[in-house]
């Protein structure tokens, strides 16, 4: 069995905000009212899921309401060290979990991003 890495939050969550910072200008541009958080795991507790996309999709928005809270995207830490050895996969696979939530924000589902290579 592979050894988990072993990162503080604080680090993970600074990988996570480089990795933004990679992703293009133009699919982070027509991101609106959204904030990115980092959780250790998803609220069942599993290390199955990487990655969520809490909101309405771009295409979903005409039943948005003035003064919505914004949608999240959240990023889990003890999966993503869970199912990565190295720094190097953990930097593609986060960097792989944010264009997949992203997607979902611009209403790309699972089975396109499949097809993409992003799921």
Known sequence: MAHMIQMDAETFE???VSELDRLP????????????VVEDRPDDGSLD???????????ERDRYGV???????????EPHLAACETL??????IHTTLVHE??????IDDDR???LGWA
């Open 67 to 77: 003064g919505e809270l914004p949608d999240r995207i959240l990023v889990y830490r």
């Open 49 to 59: 899921l990487l990655g969520l996309y809490d909101g309405w999709a771009l295409t």
């Open 113 to 115: 991003l499949h097809e």
């Open 102 to 107: 992203i997607a979902h924000f611009y209403g």
């Open 25 to 36: 200008d133009d699919m982070v541009e027509g991101l609106d009212n959204i904030v990115f």
């Open 14 to 16: 600074s990988l996570v």
């Open 88 to 93: 190097d996969e953990l930097r593609d696979e």
